[in-house]
Structure formats: structure tokens, C-alpha cells
């Protein structure tokens, strides 16, 4: 394959798919890969007829540590938790995060979860961004996880939001349909500005209106990463609280909460509504404006 005007760990993927790019990233770091001799960074440009030499290493297998942390369940059976997530805290481990997320809590309260999605995140079937509250559905066996996420992909399974968005929302209600893709330029935001992207659907009605707010109840269709905050953020009423996408305001936190979610439980084949209040600090944002 040529290599030429390639950087040097996306051509390492490309040549060795069966590793993740975070662990070829450890090598060419660790000096396990040398360009004519030389060792490089992962951002080194090829230009075709170097040689590359890899000397590989193994990395310890990770695994979520247990940690006896408080976690709210709001439900439970033989096949899945709910569990009430508060903001700040992340589902799992990554982007440097290790320990106090919400799995390292599960781990320890329940010991068994669900394998489907790996060691780092047992029982996660879905997830919501480290600022969002709210009701996070868990597995507990294999089969479990793939009965949910079946309902996830044949979206079935009810999800709806509340979120305080700024401005004056003209319509009593709407509905969302511009695709989400990675933005080109800032790779850690998404965005709704191109023409390309995955499908996405969000449908929101106005629950109450203020000077300037408006406070929603959003329902979404499908699962894309930060879809409420771009989708709102593409018809100019950007989440309040919302670091990324809103204005640089003083806020407690982002004004959006996952408050029901409704699906059928593997266990007993029975529809189940679980419903998150909401947070305390949300309360009193809406008694202030």
C-alpha cells in the first residue's frame, strides 16, 4: 500500500487494523516505531519508500475498577438497572478519565454486567454526555444488552429530554432532520452545517417560555453523539449552560436532562417507563430567570 503523503499512525492503521490507533499512537511514543532508523511523532508525513520498522509491545488488558461510590437506581430486574446519572459524571472511562465514572460504580454495586461491550464498559448499551442528568439504561447479562440495543437500533425505545434553550422558540413544536457529522475543523464537536452526516431526528414542543428562554421537551429518534445541543444549536437556540456549542456564559451546568425513557424489558417482555426528577440545581435555575 503506499504510504506516501500519509501521517504515520493513520498509515500504521491502515497496515495493523487489529489495533486501535491509541495503542500504535503508544509505540511510535515509545519509540517501537522507527522511519529510516529514526524514531518520529504520530504526526510525521510520509512520503513514500521509507522504511518502517514496528516492534511491537503488548498492553496490559484494561478493566473497569470497581469503586464503592453512591449510584441512584431508579429500576431494577434480572435483565437491566436504570439508573439516575447525575452531570459531571462520565458513563466510562476515556479521554483520560480512569476512575469515578459511573461504570466504576456499577462495577462495585453489581458486580455482574453485561461483557457485550467490553471490559471498560460492562452493561452500557447507550450513553449521555458527561454534562447531561438523567435516566441511563444498564445490562445485566449478554443477552439482555442485545435485546436493548435491537431496541435501541429499531427505535422503539422512548427517550425523551428537557432542556432550556436561549432565545424565544417560535413554534410550539418542531421537528429536527439535519444529518450530524464530525466537524471538520474542531474533531472534538459535531455538527449539523453539512450536507453529509448521519441521519438524525429530534422532535421538541415548547413546555413553558420566558424573557429569554425557552424551556423544551425534547424526544429524539436516534442516539448521535451531542444530537439535542447540535440540533438546537442549528435553529439558533443553542442548550443553556452549553460551553461547546452556546455562548461563554456563567451557568450551574448544562440545562439538559434525559427525564423518561421507555422500553421493553428483556426479563419479563413487559413495557417499563422510568422517570428521572429533575436535579434540584435545574429547579432553581428556572425559579431565577
Partial sequence: MNAGHKRLDHYLLEQWPQYSRSRL???????????????????????????????PAGLPPLKATPEDLPVEVLYEDTAVIAVNKP??????????????????????????????????????????????????????????????AAQFAGRTVEKIYVALVHGNVRADSGRITKPIARDPVRRTRMTARLKSGREAL??????????????????????????????????GHPVAGDRVYGPKEISPRLFLHARRIGFISPATGERVAVEAPLPVELEEWLGHI
Fill in 87 to 148: 452531570a459531571g459524571m462520565a458513563v466510562h472511562a476515556g479521554a483520560g478519565q480512569h476512575d469515578g465514572t459511573l461504570v466504576n460504580r456499577l462495577v462495585h454495586r453489581f458486580q455482574v454486567l453485561s461483557q457485550v461491550g467490553g471490559d471498560m464498559r460492562p452493561g452500557i448499551v447507550h450513553r449521555l454526555d458527561k454534562d447531561t442528568s438523567g435516566v441511563l439504561l444498564v445490562a445485566r447479562t449478554d443477552a439482555a444488552h442485545r435485546a436493548l
Fill in 202 to 235: 429530534t422532535d421538541y414542543r415548547v413546555l413553558r417560555r420566558f424573557e429569554k428562554f425557552t424551556l423544551l421537551e425534547v424526544r429524539i429518534g436516534t442516539g448521535r453523539t451531542h444530537q439535542i445541543r447540535v440540533h438546537l444549536t442549528s435553529i
Fill in 25 to 55: 499512537q503508544s509505540w511510535i511514543k515509545q519509540g517501537r516505531v522507527l522511519v529510516n532508523g529514526e524514531a518520529v511523532k504520530a504526526s510525521h508525513l510520509l512520503r513514500g519508500g521509507e522504511q518502517i520498522e514496528v516492534s
